[in-house]
């Protein structure tokens, strides 16, 4: 602990994951695409994409388990082909699926795995921290998804790294599990660590990252903190739910010139504004009128949602580079996929 | 030295508790040998079935652990992506073969134990010059060569194919090699052809270096010598070759 703080500290200017230019082909297939992006320690990055984006290319590549076709990675300074066994010790991977032996249970893994390090963390003390603790020695393969997912998380943090990448470390895993993934995930980014994840699923990338790095077809679309994409390309909405059968009429009135509340369902209102309208005058104007009819308000949010900018930000990607073959429409329906799928080649 | 004595012990561990693993290094050799020592119905040539039984089945015993059990444990590890998963750990794949050799080893050890004891039970007198310092030593060197180019051909199956059809696939040579490498039917009762086809690979080549060795006592064959030496060569290169970690 003591060390790896000290090294962290003695560092940390310098990006702890680096992508410079990365272009990864399988054959004739471009997966990843000019992709650059950097990532910084005490921080959470999330990869965001539907299936397919390249994703976990990317992730892999910067593990050191393929090589680039062009362009530059570097993880802690070092390349993660070149200075593979020097590099291994300082980070912890969660691959996609699998990985764990299928008939051992989680504290026979967990021991094994801290033996490989120099100052592992107490297996038993991240088991109850990953909430394993009642599952010890239940064989791997008898294990739910979200246990399985929570090992694996386990396995990445037992070696203490200064780097963790996390390929979908949320899917298939419960609500219940999701909380403790992301506790564990935000303490780990509080402790100074680098954490890279992938995630097909905007809410997770909401909610775990920092700074999101969206990408479609191995390229970069955008790249910014949730509040930053959301805002980019914000349409000026006001949302809110309150009872059914709103005067909408009024209600614009009492908003402003310009003002205009659409009901998008029974109780679900969107207040469209015009553009460079101030928004705490109009959520005051808006719960003053609201206080006056003795009515409820939830659910308020100003601005897009992250789902929404993102799907703004690939939809009209699709719009503006229509491919030579036609293939637009399936280019949608992947994408449609990728919100339930879960494999991600 | 703590990671390789960590998975030294993990791979012990498996190997111990899997059923299917402790009935086919186990199991089967020890049931063979006690029911064909018991039932004279193989025509073994010698005036004791059990005297031809044991270097057979000590052959037997090498072929299931270093290339069945191994093959089929490590074809899964592939298949669950464990293998995968090692590769971004500090354990490294020195070490991880390291432990595998020790495991496959270990499991030999104990498999010849308990076969020459339960020979010794059975009436297995080994006369004059096969007990001899020579003889065994011979024999243990035929069954390293063995280990290595079984683990090899095991490991050449484990690299390439999905689990299942390597578990298959694993078990079907097994059997063929066991009915084809004078293990429990000597060669001189297969028709010539098969018989010669047979000499040149390792099943056969190590049974009869065993049952010169720790049944006639007479040394091992240069052709039996060569046979192996040029699978355990081989074989582990090929499987170097070809072997695909994911």
Known sequence: ?345 | MRPLLAQLRAELTMLFTNGETLFLTLGIPVVFLLFFSAVHVLPTGTAHPVDFLVPGILALAVMSTSMTALSIGTGFERGYGVLKRLGATPLGRPRLLAAKIGAVIAVEVLQAGVLVAVGYLMGWNPGGPAGSGACVGQALAAMVLGTVAFGGIGLVLAGTLKPLVNLAVVNALFVVLLLLGGMLIPLSKLPVWLADLSRLLPAAALAQALHGTLGRGTPVAARDWVVLAVWAVCAPVVAGLTFRWE
């Open chain 1, 1 to 345: 602990m003591d060390h790896a703080d000290a090294r962290l500290r003695a560092d940390s200017s310098a990006p702890a994951v680096e992508c410079d230019a990365v272009v990864i082909r399988y054959g004739d297939t471009t997966a990843v695409d000019r992709l650059s992006f950097e990532a910084h320690r005490g921080e959470v990055l999330a990869l965001l994409g539907p299936n397919g984006a390249g994703k976990t290319s990317t992730v892999e590549a910067l593990e050191g388990y393929r090589p680039v076709s062009s362009g530059t990675v570097r993880v802690l300074g070092l390349d993660p082909g070149r200075d593979h066994s020097a590099l291994v010790a300082r980070i912890g991977v969660m691959l996609q699926r699998g990985g764990v032996y299928p008939t051992l249970g989680p504290a026979q893994v967990l021991h094994l795995f801290a033996a490989y390090y120099g100052d592992p963390e107490d297996p038993d003390a991240l088991l109850d921290q990953v909430g394993l603790g009642h599952v010890r020695r239940t064989p791997w393969r008898r294990l739910s998804g979200g246990e399985q997912q929570r090992l694996s998380l386990a396995l990445a943090l037992v070696g203490r790294p200064e780097v963790l990448f996390l390929d979908e470390p949320t899917a298939g895993v419960d609500p219940e599990g999701r909380i403790v993934v992301r506790d564990l995930v935000a303490a780990q980014r509080d402790k100074g660590l680098c954490v890279l994840l992938t995630t097909h699923e905007l809410d997770e990338a909401e909610r775990l990252a920092d700074r999101v790095v969206i990408v479609d077809k191995g390229r970069l679309l955008a790249e910014g903190s949730p509040t930053e994409l959301a805002s980019g390309t914000s349409d000026g909405s006001v949302r809110f739910s309150t009872d059914p059968g709103l005067d909408a009429a009024d209600l614009a009135t009492a908003i402003g010139p310009g003002a205009s509340v659409v009901e998008e369902r029974p109780g679900a209102y969107r207040l469209r504004l015009p553009p460079g309208t101030e928004t705490p005058p109009v959520v005051a104007s808006l719960a003053g009128w609201l206080a006056e009819r003795s009515l409820s308000l939830g659910n308020l949010r100003t601005g897009q949602s992250l789902e929404e900018a993102y799907l703004a930000i690939t939809g009209a990607r699709a719009e503006s580079e229509p491919d030579a073959t036609p293939t637009t429409g399936r280019g949608r329906a992947r994408r449609t996929r990728g919100r339930t799928a879960r494999g991600d080649r």
